[in-house]
């Protein structure tokens, strides 16, 4: 299961720090990834990180966003900086139970999605 949270209202510039909390994960290996989307729009991969810690990231966020890990807590964080009006989108979280992955791999866990907003 995973569990996203630190959405929120930001103003542009600003800064947020995005939370997924993963339990049950299992295997040798597995990566956790960042999309978000907008109503009418198609889904975009932020950024992906696995567990011998690599790390990938998406032109439009490359950086100003930088993903992170913490083993001991079972959880991914983005750190989101310098916000501008089009980061406004919910942000999910995704697993796979795989060390290989990009944005178009198959997904098979996700979370429920956090919402942020960037406005003045």
């Known amino acids: 299961q995973l569990q996203a949270s630190g959405g929120g209202l930001v103003q542009p510039g600003g800064s947020v720090r995005l939370s997924c909390a993963a339990s049950?994960?299992?295997?040798?290996?597995?990566?956790i990834s960042w999309f978000r989307q907008t109503p009418g729009k198609e889904r975009e991969g932020v950024s992906i990180?696995?567990?011998?810690?690599?790390?990938y990231y998406g032109d439009s966020v490359k950086g100003r966003f930088t993903i992170s890990s913490d083993i001991t807590r079972n959880t991914v964080y983005l750190q989101m900086n310098s916000l501008e009006p089009e980061d406004t989108a919910t942000y999910y979280c995704?697993?796979?139970?795989?060390?290989?992955?990009?944005?178009?791999?198959?997904?098979?866990?996700w979370g429920q999605g956090t919402l942020v907003t960037v406005s003045s």
């Open positions: 049950g994960l299992t295997g040798d290996g597995y990566c």
């Open positions: 990180i696995n567990t011998i810690g690599m790390t």
């Open positions: 995704a697993a796979r139970a795989s060390i290989h992955c990009s944005f178009t791999t198959p997904y098979p866990y």
